[in-house]
């Protein structure tokens, strides 16, 4: 179990304060410092779009970035990930990196127009630039009470996927996002701490999950994207009744 968990959001798409130095911009990256015993692990949950803006919101929220354990990508889009080589190139020593395998496939949207928003490198440019790509499916213990979700088992009626695209076996395809994953920390005495990325998955499907792989049903936070801008007012109602619940 985690005895203390320190979150910072590195970046996300608006800044508190205006004339505030700190950089927005459209993405995530959350760093989290987890004190587990007399060992500490420290995460970064995505990176975001721009290592300019990371660096600079890290240096002034005075977070050590270098000290970073394990770097974990929510899914393949760019506004989670696509700064993960320049990142690399400035953490001088090798970094795990945690991922679902299909962060690689082609994504793209073709509404209003076509549009790429996967990640621009490849995994050979992750090895070269000093990552070390760990790629599953599977859940994967990062330390005592922290964990990946993996591949989301997607149960409930009204968490759809829509307007994603991808190619599979040379084919255009409905992109359902199968890479997107969340990171778990079982907080003592709290409970479960759940930070989603875009939760393509649905938001609630997470929380579920996050429940049925850390095999207790108190859930202490959630915290990320949970991507319902678009979504249908009934929808976004089912979604807080069952959050709430
Ligand atoms: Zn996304």
Redesign the pocket.
């Known amino acids: 179990m985690v005895d203390e968990l320190g979150l910072t959001i590195l970046i996300e798409d608006s800044v508190a304060e205006t004339g505030s130095r700190l950089i927005a911009k459209h993405g995530l990256s959350v760093f989290a410092e987890a004190k587990i015993g007399k060992s500490t692990v420290q995460i970064m949950m995505d990176v975001g779009p721009s290592a300019e803006a990371l660096l600079n919101n890290a240096d002034i929220l005075d977070v050590n970035l270098r000290k970073t354990d394990v770097i974990v990508l ?2 393949g ?1 760019y ?2 990930g696509e700064c993960l080589i320049n990142l690399l190139g400035n953490m001088g020593k090798p970094v795990p990196v945690v991922a679902h395998p299909r962060i690689f496939n082609p994504k793209f949207s073709v509404d209003p127009k076509l549009r790429f ?1 996967g990640l621009s490198f490849a995994i050979s440019d992750v090895e070269k630039a000093g990552g070390i790509p760990l790629l599953t499916k599977d859940p994967l213990k990062i330390a005592k009470g922290v964990t990946t979700t993996g591949e989301i088992e997607r149960i409930t009626s009204y968490e759809n996927v829509r307007g994603f695209w991808t190619i599979d076996q040379d084919r255009i395809i409905k992109d359902s ?1 199968l890479d ?1 994953q969340a990171l778990i920390f079982n907080l003592k005495n709290k409970g479960l701490v759940v930070i989603a ?2 939760a ?1 998955a649905g938001i609630v499907n997470t929380v579920n999950y996050a429940k049925k792989l850390m095999k207790t049903s108190k859930v202490y936070g959630v915290l990320g ?1 949970f ?1 319902l801008v678009g979504a249908s007012n009934e929808r976004i109602e089912v979604t807080v009744k069952d959050l709430l619940r």
């Open positions: 929510s899914h889009h506004d989670h928003n996002m997107d990325g875009c393509h994207g991507h």
